[in-house]
């Protein structure tokens, strides 16, 4: 049932559309497109984590044969100076951070280029770094806001009265560890310089890059090149994912420009190694949060505070949004959230699949568990006790919260009903064996500023132009759907073009924001096509829109949300842990693609499951890296890391999101996962983690 000829797509399990060429291996990701007089480069990192170079010997790698260019911070074409220092590449003698670029080298083969970048040689003055976040360091401040534009404080209430008054309390600390994306795609730009060859003869840039967002690099580069942004075409057309990492133009993508410029008229191909992804592309930041939570001997919450503390780099900050999602998770009358932040020797945080949910779920979805098991109640219970009936925060209604909902049909399918809640009590073969559950949630976003142009074209299709991205999440076959849906005519009769700043403006691939901004463009372009050539077009009839204003978008509090279980065995003799079973429930308003959408729940959970028990990026103080920078150390979850593991949704009627009714659903699927894990840790075993990952180590007596 692929519901190609179903007049109205929307929730049909279409397959894939870029599925054919992508499994023929015809689909161009970046560093694939076919490109004349290929040149290839290499950088140069910094060793030292903080100082100065003080000198840069070039002189064996020029010499070498087939290199072209090796460009340094005493050569490097000049940037617009006051630009984003992440991407002022190249343009001072000061390291920020260890992996930082200090160099490039381009050359006519992969291999001249990485050889003659071992041959730079770089002296430093090196200076005392500080990579440490601590909880109790003097030098923590307050950022203006928390991302995307959160205020960084919250209180309402009195915290300390409720806590001093309350029945049951609980005051715990926990830790989130650093993370890497680690998209299976590399970081890759494919860049070329062209004179009076571009446009309309003047000279202009061509990036191919893997981005969750062609416009967005356009427009966060074309500045620093000092480059009107009409002189920039940036093409994305598939991507091997991104998890956020690819949501912002990061410095390699200046480099690629800055080397294309500097060998006019040749293409400048730059793959990022999977050991450069560690320092060069973002990551998520550590977090440390204390949780406290009071109630009275029936579970209703008083009081919900979260403190977090969290670090960024030196030279540019990223605030994570870690204790936004306590916000507006229950009801309690007293409540209050804080942020501090760590200015480090360290790469550049960024964002990351859920960035703010997913680190800021855990501590409070641990702590809700350990309050459930203090009041002798069923977690599940003491969720529902505390359901808010507006959002807490705002005061706003939600545009719906089916949390509860998800929490009883997760509990239905997964078998929680009869559980006996006391910790440590059921063993099998040497494992003892405990299920847990936490919440997700996520919000609804709709970001502005897309456009979208129907056309009516040969042969009876519409063609459908607008420069979004599909990072492998399936925007090709969504948007697809969309369109046929809002047309009225078969999937088959449209014809997508995405990932193409030729194409109408975007917005990024992020926040779970795609379908639900695109979507919405599409439709109104789609409402203003009809309303002028009604339903019988003409050839090259054509009609667009910008993205609406949601009239309902100050009216109500708009996030998806979810339940994760999970079943957990740990070795009572080696501590290892075995995740038998996964299961989430979500309520994500109207689901576009049935078969997308389990894919991205699935994957979703997979990472959350992979921060549960392996992901966590070693810092090696001394020196200020990640020692794991690979795929033999830094685990990710597999299919041998979970028995089954299932994802349903709950039929969810939202009149107020948007013309197809649907939440985002890229990121809630992490959200949740790893507290699950944690809780169903306990219940097996009697041992409460609180630092992540549950490694075998933290649950042996
Ligand atoms: Mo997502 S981390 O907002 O690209």
Request: net charge negative.
């Amino acid at each position: 049932m692929t519901g190609l000829l179903e007049p109205r797509a929307i929730g049909a399990a279409l397959e894939r559309i870029d599925g054919p060429a992508k499994v023929t291996g015809t689909a161009p990701y970046a560093f694939e497109h076919p490109v004349t007089d290929p040149t290839y480069l290499h950088p140069v990192q910094a060793t030292i984590a903080r100082g100065r170079i003080t000198a840069v010997d070039t002189g064996p790698a020029e010499a070498l044969d087939g290199v072209l260019a090796v460009i340094t911070h005493e050569n490097a074409p000049r940037l617009a100076a006051g630009q984003d220092a992440e991407l002022a590449v190249l343009q001072s003698d000061e390291v920020a951070f260890r992996g930082q670029f200090v160099g490039a080298v381009v050359a006519e083969t992969p291999e001249i280029a990485r050889h003659a970048a071992s041959l730079v040689a770089v002296s430093y003055d090196k200076q005392p770094h500080d990579v440490e976040l601590h909880w109790d360091r003097d030098d923590l401040y307050v950022p203006d806001q928390v991302n995307p534009g959160y205020p960084t404080d919250t209180a309402q209430g009195d915290v300390g009265a409720a806590l001093a008054e309350a029945g049951v309390t609980v005051d715990e600390t926990y830790t989130t560890a650093w993370y890497h994306n680690n998209p299976m795609e590399p970081h890759t730009t494919v860049a070329r310089w062209d004179t009076a060859t571009h446009r309309d003869g003047a000279d202009g840039l061509t990036l191919y890059d893997s981005t969750q967002g062609v416009h967005s690099v356009r427009s966060a580069v074309a500045p620093v090149l000092g480059l009107e942004e009409d002189r920039i075409r940036v093409i994305a057309p598939h991507v091997g994912g991104g998890f956020g990492s690819k949501g912002t133009a990061h410095a390699h993508v200046v480099l690629a420009a800055m080397a294309a410029r500097v060998v006019t008229g040749r293409s400048v191909k730059f793959a990022l190694t999977r050991q450069q992804m560690f320092s060069l592309v973002g990551y998520r930041t550590p977090t440390i949060q204390r949780v406290r939570l009071a109630a009275n001997g029936e579970g209703r919450l008083s009081a919900i505070s979260m403190d977090v503390v969290e670090q960024t780099s030196r030279i540019k900050e990223f605030a994570e949004q870690t204790a936004v999602p306590a916000r507006m998770m229950y009801a309690a009358p007293n409540r209050s959230t804080t942020h501090r932040l760590a200015a480090l020797d360290v790469p550049v945080p960024s964002w990351m699949r859920a960035p703010g949910e997913c680190p800021g779920m855990f501590g409070p979805e641990v702590a809700m568990d350990e309050l459930a098991v203090a009041c002798g109640l069923d977690p599940i219970e003491l969720r529902i006790r505390n359901e808010p009936e507006v959002d807490p925060e705002s005061g706003r209604p939600f545009s719906s919260r089916n949390l509860v909902a998800c929490l009883r049909e997760g509990a239905r399918r997964f078998g929680w009903l009869d559980r006996d809640p006391t910790p440590a009590a059921r063993r099998n073969g040497g494992w003892l064996v405990g299920t847990g559950v936490a919440s997700s949630t996520y919000p609804t976003y709709r970001m502005p500023g897309s456009v979208a142009t129907i056309r009516f074209g040969l042969g009876g299709r519409y063609q459908v132009q607008i420069g979004a991205a599909d990072l492998g999440t399936g925007t090709w076959t969504a948007l697809t759907q969309i369109a046929a849906d809002a047309l009225d005519v078969g999937a088959e009769r449209i014809e997508l073009q995405i990932g193409d700043t030729a194409l109408p403006k975007a917005s990024v691939a992020g926040g779970s924001s795609g379908i639900t901004s695109w979507g919405s463009t599409i439709v109104d372009a789609v409402r203003v096509f009809r309303d002028k050539f009604g339903n019988d077009p003409v050839e090259g009839d054509e009609a667009d829109a910008a993205t609406p204003e949601n009239p309902d978008s100050d009216r109500f509090a708009m996030h998806a949300f979810g339940a994760q279980f999970a079943e957990v065995r740990v070795h009572e003799d080696t501590g290892e842990v075995r995740v038998p079973r996964l299961l989430g429930v979500f309520a994500v308003g109207r689901v576009i693609n049935e078969r997308t959408a389990r894919s991205q729940f699935l994957g979703g959970m997979t990472m959350g499951l992979s921060m549960a028990l392996h992901e966590q990026s070693v810092l090696d103080q001394r020196f200020g890296h990640v020692v794991n920078h690979d795929f033999a150390e830094y685990h990710i979850a597999t299919n041998a890391d979970v028995g089954t593991i299932e994802a349903h949704w709950i039929d969810e009627h939202d009149p107020y999101l948007n013309p197809m009714g649907s939440k985002g659903i890229g990121e809630i699927g992490i959200v949740g996962t790893a507290a699950a894990v944690v809780n169903a840790a306990h219940h097996a075993t009697g041992i409460r983690v609180r630092d992540l990952p549950v490694t075998l180590d933290k649950l042996l007596r």
